[in-house]
């Protein structure tokens, strides 16, 4: 599914995806300098200045062109609440979440409905998703349907990569057969 039709789809209720790119950047520039939400991303280390946002807002936005899929703009209610959807990372669509303390509660519902577009409306086969070894509590992983599926390097930064299969991938083709 495109970008637009998650848009107008999604309108009647209180969760809505759009275009990072409609993000003031103001909003997304306080996001990703608030030292709570740093905490949580290894690779969100450089400041995030105005020059770096509009850069940062191409290089998300071409995602979308390059590999049909990309992030979000996250919004509740009608209010900026994070960014978050699928990046290619190493050949794969991981899926990526960035809320804003206030929507900390929310990730679950997010995830959810990205991961419903990324299977039912894009007919992606499988998502992964990355998280720092300091980061103990997988829980919320699991119970979203991912697995462990090894480790993966960016940089000189280690993350366990977890995987999650579309509910029509049977297991013979997860392993290749």
């Known amino acids: 599914m495109h970008l637009a039709q998650a848009e107008s789809r999604d309108r009647r209720s209180s969760l809505t995806l759009g275009r990072l790119g409609d993000v003031p950047h103001a909003e997304l520039i306080a996001l990703h300098n608030d030292p709570r939400v740093l905490r949580h991303l290894p690779l969100g280390r450089e400041e995030f200045d105005e020059a770096t ?7 998300k936005e071409g995602q979308w062109q390059e ?8 919004h ?3 209010g900026f609440a994070g960014w978050g959807g699928f990046q290619h ?42 998280l720092p070894p300091g980061r103990v509590r ?14 993966l390097h960016i940089g000189e930064i280690a993350f366990h990569r977890y995987r999650r299969w579309a509910p029509w991938v049977t297991p013979g083709h997860r ?3």
């Open 175 to 177: 392993n290749g057969e």
């Open 76 to 78: 509740v209610k009608g």
């Open 138 to 151: 997988v829980k919320g992983m699991r119970r979203l349907g991912f697995q462990r599926d090894g480790q």
């Open 53 to 59: 946002c509009r850069r940062w807002v191409v290089e």
């Open 89 to 130: 990372e190493q050949g794969e669509a991981d899926l990526a979440l960035v809320l804003a303390v206030e929507y900390w509660g929310i990730g679950s519902a997010v995830c959810h409905k990205m991961l419903h577009i990324a299977f039912d409306d894009m007919g992606l086969t499988s998502v992964t998703a990355l």
């Open 67 to 74: 590999h049909g899929y990309g992030p979000w703009s996250i």
